[in-house]
């Protein structure tokens, strides 16, 4: 044997007592596995129940009912409820077409974005898409318990980063892994829920490791009577044979829409398979049709009868069964050429059914979507590995799946769509497709927290640090191929001389950042004149104009995708947000004679600086001067 092969390893006494406890509990837990449950310590023995499975009599214990309860339930809901002063800082030198697009990328904990998107984008979002972790054990959870005060610590201690990330492994192993999983879900979905149109759907992608605790979740949260259906995604398109027990081959995606009453499912297009099961045998001048049976279970004696086929048979319903039609509507049908007795004219009789009268356009959805449809896992990675020209990305959904639940979203030409766990961007660049496609004016919202790529990864050796930097490339590469193969297109079809392409392929990036406001704590003891100076502007030197803006847009219920135009009116800079939907300049120096100007493009919303007032004189007539002269402009100030 060679030197190098001889294992060398000896077993070291532990040299402490058995774990009696541990192992009871093992013994238990193999005994009674319903019997364990989760604790804010950890995994437990639910004692209450053990008695129950060891007794033949009923056990008194807590009041039963049907709900889902983890530890740390009452936390998430406390999570959702929790203000935040949080804001986004626009991200100028990342952004593409910045002042014109109404599409987002936001950087940053999803938590706290969808805190900030509460009042501008109440009810106004048609679909949601969310990949989030699985929470296969080798993933990462959210932890949301980290209060303000403690964040510098924790980043002190490496526990977060300058990003205020707040992931952390999930092991199988852990005493809370289901109730872990479930804290990070609940608060997500509680506030995006409120984000949804009345007519809004949310699809979320999930496997077997939470499907059924996500069901559960979702129906408390959106309702179970607003539970539209469980896709089945067949994602992979060959099974592995060296899968320890069955090859799994598909996802979940969980449909849940926020008003059933109000909600229309989008039907799909007729393929030429479904339109190949209608013929015209007999040249009926409606057109082709398919003949539908005419016969049902429930028993109804005015469909009880016989039918004398045109050969001269007598055919009577099958047993126990009726004719789905009185003799009346069958004669009716007849005269009209509706019903249909085979070629030979002897044939059990069926109704015709035209193509051209069905209730409903294009056909309806299935649970089950196959990837030769709506495209396999590969098929996402090969599509980022191509734009990127890197092997980029692990696991990112095809933008087939994504058009297709576009397509159940019903999402109309102007509708709003939001990814809250975007990756690599793929609902992105489906939007952009789709409008390319149908020429309309969808517009996505990404949010992603920038979490770092691992330094030996495909993605990071192709200058990836990111996965924010991989998602917004995607979408700039993306834009560009779309716009190349629709230019293409005007030229092989000879309209090039007339092709305008209006689409919009920008996106506006805003980073999570703290308040633009200075933090001021100090006793009255504590006053210097240095710390009085603070109070001469109560914004942070670092902050720009552009900050500004988004925090008054964004205070001030405005969407960030209204269209922003810049210009300069009596020497100051002025912000025009949609128009004259909101007026902001920030400079210094504001006085009557400026306030006269604007006031004669009668803005609806107007904002100042606090301290940007010439003289605090000038701050009072102002404000008179446009009570006078623009009795309709609301004015504010920071």
């Known amino acids: 044997m060679k030197k190098e092969e001889i294992d060398m390893s000896i077993d070291k006494l532990d040299l402490q007592s058995p774990d009696l406890v541990n192992e009871n509990f093992e013994k238990l837990a193999a005994l009674f596995p319903n019997c364990v449950t989760e604790s804010a310590d950890g995994k437990v023995i639910d004692f209450d129940l053990l008695k129950q499975e060891l007794s033949h009599a009923v056990i008194e214990g807590n009041r039963e009912r049907y709900r889902l309860e983890w530890p740390g339930k009452r936390e998430a809901v406390v999570t959702a409820n929790l203000p935040t002063t949080k804001t986004l800082r626009p991200i100028r030198q990342d952004s593409v077409d910045f002042d014109n697009t109404e599409n987002l990328y936001i950087e940053g904990d999803n938590l706290e974005v969808l805190k900030i998107l509460q009042e501008s984008y109440f009810g106004k979002i048609k679909m949601i898409y969310i990949d989030p972790p699985y929470n296969t054990g080798n993933d990462f959870v959210y932890k949301d318990n980290f209060t303000g005060d403690k964040e510098e610590e924790l980043f002190e201690s ?119 099961r209608y013929s015209n045998p007999d040249n009926d001048p409606r057109g082709v049709w398919k003949a539908s049976d005419m016969s049902v279970k429930t028993y109804n004696s005015e469909c009880d009868y016989q039918i004398t086929t045109p050969s001269g048979r007598i055919i009577e319903p099958p047993t126990g069964r009726c004719w789905s039609l009185s003799k009346k509507a069958f004669l009716e049908r007849l005269q009209d050429n509706r019903i249909w007795f085979g070629i030979e004219g002897n044939s059990v009789p069926s109704i015709k059914r035209f193509l051209t009268e069905l209730k409903f356009d294009g056909m309806a959805p299935t649970s089950i979507m196959f990837y030769k449809d709506v495209g396999h896992s590969q098929e996402g990675a090969k599509e980022v590995t191509a734009l990127l020209e890197a092997g980029a990305f692990d696991g990112p959904k095809p933008v087939r799946l994504l058009r297709r639940l576009l397509t159940l979203a019903n999402t109309q030409q ?3 769509i939001l990814d809250f766990f975007s990756g690599s961007a793929t609902t992105a660049h489906a939007v952009m497709q789709l409008n390319a496609e149908d020429g309309g004016s969808r517009k996505y919202i990404m949010v992603q927290l920038p979490e770092t790529t691992d330094e030996n990864s495909e993605a990071y050796k192709a200058g990836y640090k990111n996965i924010c930097d991989i998602g917004k490339e995607r979408i700039r590469r993306a834009a560009n191929k779309i716009k190349e193969e629709k230019r293409a297109k005007a030229e092989k079809e000879g309209m090039f001389a007339d092709f305008e392409d209006t689409q919009d392929y920008g996106f506006r990036v805003y980073r999570l950042a703290d308040s633009n406001m200075q933090d001021v704590y100090y006793r009255p003891q504590d006053y210097k004149q240095e710390t009085l100076d603070l109070f001469d502007d109560n914004i942070k030197p670092d902050r720009t104009p552009d900050d500004l803006l988004a925090q008054v847009m964004l205070d001030w219920g405005l969407p960030l995708s209204y269209k922003i135009e810049q210009a300069t009116i009596n020497g100051k800079l002025v912000f025009k947000v949609a128009q004259d939907s909101l007026f902001a300049c920030f400079d210094k120096g504001i006085d009557e004679a400026f306030a006269k100007e604007i006031a004669k493009e009668k803005p609806m919303r107007l904002v100042f600086r606090d301290n940007g007032f010439a003289s605090d004189t000038a701050k009072i007539n102002v404000q008179q001067l446009l009570k006078q002269l623009s009795p309709e402009t609301e004015m504010k100030v920071i």
């Open 158 to 276: 490496g526990q977060i980063d300058e990003y205020n990330r707040r992931l952390v492994a999930n092991p199988e192993a852990s005493g809370r892994y289901h109730s872990d999983w479930l804290s990070m879900m609940y608060p997500r979905l509680k506030l995006a829920r409120n984000l949804l149109t009345e007519d809004g759907v949310i699809f979320i992608s999930i496997d077997d490791n939470e499907v059924h605790n996500l069901r559960k979740i979702c129906d408390e949260v959106f309702g179970e009577s607003n539970f539209v259906g469980e896709l089945v995604w067949e994602r992979a398109y060959a099974p592995k044979n060296d899968a320890k027990y069955i090859s799994n081959s598909h996802d979940y995606v969980l449909m849940y829409t926020k008003s059933i009453e109000n909600f229309q499912i989008g039907r799909l297009s007729r393929t030429e398979e479904a339109n190949a």
């Open 414 to 416: 102007d509708s709003i």
